[in-house]
């Protein structure tokens, strides 16, 4: 048997061998132990009770910026401005604060400017589920009375 045959069979083993690893921490996580899989998606909800939605945010803006906006609120956490496939951003970013109280005042910033750009922002849960991304309050709702 040559050497690069030698190496493939040695790649090949060493790929299933992390494969097995990766199932088997996955398998004690999620199906030995539900407490993990409960513990995570309760400290999801707390973390989104701490976080707000923030729409129409100029696409070079940075999460430092979008930090020191909300500054002013309380002590922010976290920024995340979500990207498309291709690293490009998309307009929209998630504010986490460490206090769940500062949410509301975070909320009155709504169409406060940032970049020149009126930010558009909204709670990150309702009804108890994660809000997609949308602009909030700028559909015109004067075309649904034309007819009355």
């Avoid at 002013?72 to 460490?98: H, M, W």
């Avoid at 005042?105 to 994660?130: D, I, M, Y």
């Amino acid at each position: 048997m040559c050497a690069s045959h030698k190496m493939n069979i040695f790649y090949l083993l060493c790929f299933n061998i992390s494969c097995m690893l990766f199932f088997c921490c996955w398998f004690y996580f999620y199906a030995i132990d539900p407490t993990a899989a409960a513990t995570s998606q309760a400290n999801r909800e707390e973390v989104d009770s701490r976080s707000i939605f923030v729409g129409n945010v100029d696409y070079s803006c940075t999460p430092e910026e979008v930090q020191q906006h909300f500054q002013s609120c309380g002590n922010v956490n976290r920024v995340t401005i979500r990207s498309d496939k291709y690293g490009q951003p998309k307009g929209y970013a998630y504010v986490e604060f460490l206090e769940a109280e500062v949410v509301q005042e975070a909320l009155l910033l709504n169409e406060s400017e940032l970049r020149g750009r009126q930010l558009k922002e909204g709670s990150k849960v309702e009804n108890g589920n994660t809000i997609q991304p949308l602009l909030l309050n700028t559909m015109d709702h004067s075309s649904c009375f034309k007819y009355f």
